[in-house]
């Protein structure tokens, strides 16, 4: 008997928060020959690879390149580069990943303050203001699509508050990058970083960042060194920039294939690529509310990737999720934190973001809910999606 079998998943139909599903052409090109990491054919997939996130920014920096790491490793390198001891940083937390923000600034060594707000609701910019008038900051730090809750930030507002009494503006897009408008340039954001698991439909280990003008400025004139050896944005800088100063051995593979979702995402276009995400998100929305489901995330403010709906007094969370995996292979997640138990988190990512998906998770949602005696109308979830299709065009 074999204790260690070869490896035979099937995989699942990924509409939890992450990792989205992957393209079959981006797993090809995982598949491909190995290159060493300083080859001259390598350092040109490198090349476009900058090129083609530089487009998904939105961002003329020439500073942008992917981390190699999680995208966990983009929020500690966006900030461990840029506090210094003593610093006073202003998080603003409205969900789980403001609150490890919170903890990344306490570790370098920078004064902490924390703007606490509601989960599920977006941080006012009134408040940004309020405090940083207070109290001025060197770095104001904020999520666009806060994965935990499905909120959707605003962060125009932001970015002009926090310039106009001298703050950096860093902002986490792991969620949002390549599922909806980012527009680093145009929103004037300091430092940004995301992942590659979720809007963009890659495999999970590279996190893609994007550094400004201002933000490089600060960078340089750093008066001790970065905390972090391996996230040193001055040496990977180099790594990435025209001197090719080795600093570790990338993930060759994963660029391969970081560079093959940003090309599906260059063929298909932004604009067209956050009108899919609305619409299927609207489809979503309308079906679940069908069904007598509650969304939980603020009004006007909701994440078309990250839906967050509330779950009804009475039903099995636990339960409905191994439903949805064992009857249909679909995995949804559930709540963190103080909303563990209390809503799930379905997410509409990038290649996972289709009618298909939409139309197989509201029949098998209507059969865990049936399962658990939550009277639902049968066919009303699918019936109300199709008509957001059908006014849409499809």
């Not at 290159?35 to 083609?52: A, Q, S, V």
């Not at 926090?162 to 703050?167: M, Q, V, W």
């Amino acid at each position: 008997m074999n204790d260690y079998p070869e490896i035979t998943t099937y995989g699942r139909i990924l509409m939890g928060p992450g990792p989205s599903g992957v393209h079959p052409r981006v797993l090809r090109a995982l598949g491909a020959p190995i290159l060493g990491h300083l080859d001259p054919e390598f350092i040109t997939i490198m090349n476009r690879t900058k090129d083609l996130l530089a487009w998904v920014f939105e961002t003329k920096n020439e500073f942008t390149i992917p981390i190699s790491g999680t995208g966990s490793a983009g929020m500690e390198t966006a900030l461990v580069n840029f506090i210094e001891p003593g610093d006073r940083v202003l998080v603003c937390v409205n969900g789980l990943f403001g609150t490890r923000m919170a903890d990344i600034v306490e570790r370098c060594g920078g004064e902490l303050e924390v703007i606490e707000g509601e989960w599920g609701k977006i941080i006012e910019p009134d408040v940004v203001e309020k405090r940083l008038k207070a109290r001025p900051a060197k770095i104001v730090a904020i999520v666009h699509a806060e994965t935990s809750t499905g909120v959707l930030q605003p962060l125009e507002p932001v970015a002009q508050i926090a310039h106009r009494y001298g703050a950096m503006l860093v902002v986490d897009a792991v969620t949002s990058l390549g599922g909806t408008a980012v527009r680093v340039d145009e929103t004037d954001i300091d430092v940004c970083y995301s992942g590659t698991q979720k809007c963009l439909s890659c495999p999970p280990g590279l996190a893609p960042i994007t550094v400004g003008p201002r933000a490089a400025q600060r960078l340089a004139a750093r008066k001790s060194k970065v905390q972090s050896w391996y996230l040193d944005l001055t040496m990977l800088h180099s790594y990435w920039g025209r001197e090719r100063f080795y600093h570790h051995t990338a993930p060759v593979n994963m660029i391969y294939a970081l560079y093959e979702s940003l090309r599906i995402i260059h063929e298909e276009g932004l604009e067209r690529r956050y009108e899919r995400h609305l619409l299927h998100s609207r489809a979503l929305g309308a079906g679940v509310a069908a069904m007598g489901l509650r969304l939980f995330a603020q009004e006007g403010y909701r994440a078309p990737m990250l839906m967050a709906v509330a779950i009804p007094e009475g039903v099995d969370d636990a339960a409905v999720r191994r439903y949805l995996l064992s009857n249909y292979r679909l995995e949804i997640g559930g709540g963190l934190g103080p909303l563990k138990g209390r809503i799930w988190r379905v997410g509409l990512m990038g290649h996972s973001c289709n009618s298909e998906n939409v139309v197989l998770l509201l029949a098998g949602l209507e059969g865990a809910l049936a399962a658990q005696g939550m009277p639902v109308q049968p066919g009303a979830g699918i019936a109300a999606a199709r008509e957001v299709y059908k006014a849409s065009g499809m």
